[in-house]
C-alpha cells in the first residue's frame, strides 16, 4: 500500500527514490513493484491533463436510460464516441452515466440530441453540467479510510525547531563551538 501511495503522488519517481520514501531496499521495491504490476493491481501509467488548457472546458454527465435488450449496441456506439471520458452502469432511475469532455455547451447539446438520440438502444436521456470539480483523486486505497479514520497528530512539543522525540543533525564543527561555550 506504501507503494502505491507514493506512485499516487508520482507515477514517474525513479525505483531508487520509490524505495527511500517507502523504507526498503532498491531491490525489494523493484521486486514489489514488478509484482504489482504482474498481479494488476498497477494496470498503466498515464498524464494526467489540464482539461480547460487542453481545450476541454465544458463537462457533463448525461444519464442515460438503455432500452435492455440492446445493451451490446448501446456499448459499441459508445466506443465510437471520443469525447466519452468514462462510462458507468448505474442503478436507480437510470441505466447508465456517461461523463463527456467538450470545448462547448453546443458540442453537449449535439451529442445529446444528434448522436446519443439516434442510438436505438437508448431509450432516454438527462444533463447535467458540471460547474466545478471540487475533488479529484487518481485512485483510492483501502489505507486512505485506515488515515482518515486514524489521523497523525503533529508533535505538540518541540524543542527548538525539531518536533520532541525527532533528531536533528548537527555538523561536527557546529557541535564543538557549542561545547566550548558550554565549557
Known sequence: MKILEVLRENGRISVAA????????RANA??????LR?????KRFTAEIDHVRAGLGITALIFVTVRQQMWKQFRAELARMPEVEYCAIT???HDAMIQVRVSDVAEVHTMVTDRLANIPAVKA??????????LRRPYVLPS???QARHP???????????PLGKMRFVGAAEGRAALRKDG
Open 18 to 25: 520509490l524505495a527511500e520514501r517507502v523504507g526498503i531496499s
Open 91 to 93: 442503478t436507480g432511475q
Open 38 to 42: 504482474a498481479d494488476g493491481a498497477i
Open 144 to 146: 486512505d479510510r485506515d
Open 125 to 134: 436521456t438527462e444533463t447535467v453540467f458540471i460547474l466545478d470539480e471540487v
Open 152 to 162: 497523525r497528530r503533529p508533535a505538540q512539543e518541540t524543542q527548538g525547531d525539531v
Open 30 to 35: 523493484y521486486t514489489r513493484f514488478e509484482a
